[in-house]
Nanobody, 129 residues
Framework: VQLQASGGGLVQAGGSLRLSCQAS???????????MGWYRQAPGKQRELVAA???????NYADSVKGRFTISRDNAKNTVYLQMNSLKPEDTGVYFC?????????????????????WGQGTQVTVSS
């Protein structure tokens, strides 16, 4: 399973950005996304959870983004979005998409099933003051 993130950029404080992350897989691999989320890592800091959503639609947000960020999900497109409003300079960092997926791989000589955690490549968000 691969995750492709997009939507980062440079914005002034108070502005908005929308991040997208779509999951896909190679031919012969079928998957179900259980949970998806966004993490961020600021320079010199550890990666932290920003927002997450389950397949059932429940959501979880870091206290620092509650009321400003909204996570949503399009299950048909295997895509998760992060709408970021009222951005602050402290929101600056590399944002990573994460997904927990259950998969069935028919591409080899035997069928393989499992569950794993996947990460996207990261997208830079820079908020200027």
């Amino acid at each position: 399973v691969q995750l492709q993130a997009s939507g980062g950029g440079l914005v002034q404080a108070g502005g908005s950005l929308r991040l997208s992350c779509q999951a896909s897989a190679a031919s012969g691999v079928y998957f179900t996304i259980n949970a998806m989320g966004w993490y961020r890592q600021a320079p010199g800091k550890q990666r932290e959870l920003v927002a997450a959503t389950t397949s059932g639609g429940s959501t979880n947000y870091a206290d620092s983004v509650k009321g400003r960020f909204t996570i949503s999900r399009d299950n048909a497109k295997n895509t998760v979005y992060l709408q970021m409003n009222s951005l602050k300079p402290e929101d600056t960092g590399v944002y990573f998409c994460n997904a927990e997926a259950t998969y069935t791989d028919y591409s080899g000589e035997s069928v393989v099933t499992g569950k794993s955690d996947y990460w996207g490549q990261g997208t830079q968000v820079t908020v200027s003051s």
